[in-house]
């Protein structure tokens, strides 16, 4: 089986830009939940989605949306960037549609800074 | 209040010591997990238990459902278990809510 991997590592965007984060699943999973964790706090759900709809979403704004290819792969985008976005982003597969029954497979995640 | 709470939130042991990691949830859940995130960010997920006790080398995992408390055990701590050990439970959306974590040290 290959891994939950993650693009870019590290990235630095100005306020107000637009970025994209990639996450390719682990084989084998329909299901990806992207987290966002701040410095010193455990990450917070932002959406999950399951055989590429959403399935789920946490208090994030319409801003942060996403994607979930035929492939299971998936995408995170976030519009008009703000200088509290600045975050570790990371994406976490599994099977089946309710991750909690399931255990979860995290990528290694993407550091963003916005200046 | 946080709907997951662990303490400590900070952790500093000898090599040798027995280290013990609690969580409190509030919500009703169906399993929780016990995840250790190292310095860069990548999580492995321990454990995931919905009753009783779950045992992986040196690290057991124990959980009661009536008095909504799981505890993460370290047996014969090592440095390379310096950590932070974060617990979480699944939400109503199906996704995981997550405590702030426990930073583990363990000094040789």
């Known amino acids: 089986e290959t891994g939950v991997t993650q693009s870019p590592t590290h990235l630095i965007k100005t306020r107000g830009q637009q970025v994209t984060l990639r996450c390719s699943s682990q084989s084998g999973h329909n299901t990806v939940s992207w987290y966002q964790q701040a410095l010193g706090q455990g990450p917070q759900f932002i959406f999950q989605y399951y055989r590429e709809e959403e399935n789920g979403r946490g208090n994030f704004p319409p801003r942060f949306s996403g994607l979930q290819f035929p492939n299971y792969s998936s995408e995170l985008n976030v519009n008009a960037l703000e200088l509290d976005d600045s975050a570790l982003y990371l994406c976490?597969?599994?099977?089946?549609?309710?991750?909690?029954?399931?255990?979860?497979?995290f990528g290694p995640g993407t550091r963003l800074t916005v200046t | 209040k946080n709907e997951v709470e662990q303490s400590p939130q900070n952790l500093t042991a000898q090599e040798g010591e027995f280290i013990t990691i609690n969580c409190s949830y509030s919500v009703g859940i169906s399993a929780l997990h016990w995840l250790q995130q190292h310095p860069g960010g990548g999580i492995v997920s321990l454990f995931m238990l919905s009753s009783g006790k779950k045992k992986h080398g040196r690290l057991i995992a124990t959980i009661n459902i009536q008095e909504k408390h799981s505890s993460l055990h370290i047996t014969a701590s090592h440095p390379r278990d310096s950590a932070v050990y974060i617990c979480?439970?699944?939400?109503?959306?199906?996704?995981?809510?997550f405590g702030k974590g426990t930073k583990l040290s363990v000094k040789p």
């Open positions: 979480a439970v699944g939400g109503s959306q199906g996704n995981l809510i």
């Open positions: 976490a597969s599994s099977r089946g549609g309710d991750r909690s029954l399931y255990e979860q497979y």
